[in-house]
């Protein structure tokens, strides 16, 4: 029996959110910050999962119980951030708690700023719930302040200045939320340790057997996969980490194995190439001079 496929409901607008939560008109169509203790509508009656065409920004507080990541918990439960861009899927269970707010941005309301563009760069809008910013109570209060000043920007007329003011705290927010998430990747760096002992592990793994031969170069998305990161999160964790992002590290791994089986065999480059997981030997000739400065056929001939 095939298992039936669940179409995500999709909303194009705030105010088509706002009128299914069973919540008020929003105040500006392209912004709107919810308290979600406000949504009037019960949560098995909510699809069972969504897609919006906007930004959304969640902070969820009264976290129920600790929440537990591989063998370790999270270090704060103050509350907690969680950024999703447009066309993401959102699922609902019936143990969501809508206790926080929650900050809806349209697109449209940032497109002629150079937000607009720049957003794309704050990663974390790639990042899995599990991944989210926990925040510590002074970095609760910083962006529960900016909430507030949104609120009551909301609650003013609208006049020439307001959307410059809106789009300049957003970009607070974001600029104030990156800077946390640096903090967390040092205050729990016992996680990210761990985690990266397990990566090192798994590509040692891959690269030793035949996995590369058979299934080709190991990627950032498996690799993310078998940690159950998102590719952005680990990339993010090994540039705070070792310097390198997650294709930097795949690629000094890669050229590593190599050396080692150019100097202690007889394989030919071609060889060495294919059992890499390389599809063509001049990809791992042009990768391998890239990081060395030296052809890999130079490189063996210097071990003679």
Do not use: C
Not at 56 to 79: A, T
Not at 172 to 190: C, D, V
Request: hydrophobic letters at 40%.
């Amino acid at each position: 029996m095939k298992k039936e496929i669940v179409i995500p409901t999709k909303f194009n607008s705030i105010s088509e959110l706002h009128r299914v939560l069973g919540l008020p008109k929003p105040l500006h169509p392209l912004v709107s910050l919810v308290n979600n203790e406000q949504i009037a509508i019960e949560k098995d009656q909510l699809p069972p999962s969504f897609l919006f065409n906007f930004y959304k920004i969640s902070y969820k507080k009264g976290l129920q119980g600790r929440i537990k990541y591989g063998q370790h918990h999270y270090d704060f439960d103050e509350g907690s951030l969680v950024f999703t861009a447009p066309g993401q899927v959102l699922a609902i269970d019936n143990d969501t708690e809508y206790m926080g707010l929650t900050l809806l941005i349209h697109p449209d309301f940032i497109g002629s700023y150079p937000l607009g563009k720049n957003i794309k760069n704050f990663g974390f809008f790639s990042y899995d719930v599990h991944e989210a910013l926990h925040l510590s109570d002074r970095e609760k209060s910083i962006i529960m302040g900016i909430f507030n000043n949104m609120e009551e920007e909301l609650q003013t007329s609208i006049d020439d200045f307001s959307q410059d003011v809106m789009v300049s705290q957003i970009e607070l927010l974001l600029h104030y939320s990156n800077r946390f998430y640096k903090r967390q990747f040092i205050t729990r760096k016992a996680v990210s340790s761990d985690l990266l002992s397990a990566l090192e592990n798994m590509v040692t793994e891959y690269l030793n057997s035949q996995a590369a031969l058979l299934k080709g170069l190991p990627t950032v998305q498996y690799l993310a996969d078998q940690l159950h990161v998102s590719p952005r999160y680990l990339s993010d964790m090994l540039r705070s980490l070792i310097g390198q992002n997650a294709q930097q590290y795949i690629h000094g791994k890669l050229i590593d194995k190599a050396k080692e089986i150019l100097s202690t065999g007889n394989a030919s480059v071609a060889e060495i190439a294919y059992q890499l997981g390389f599809e063509h030997p001049q990809s791992f000739n042009k990768l391998f001079k890239r990081k060395t400065n030296v052809s890999p056929l130079e490189f063996r001939q210097s071990f003679n």
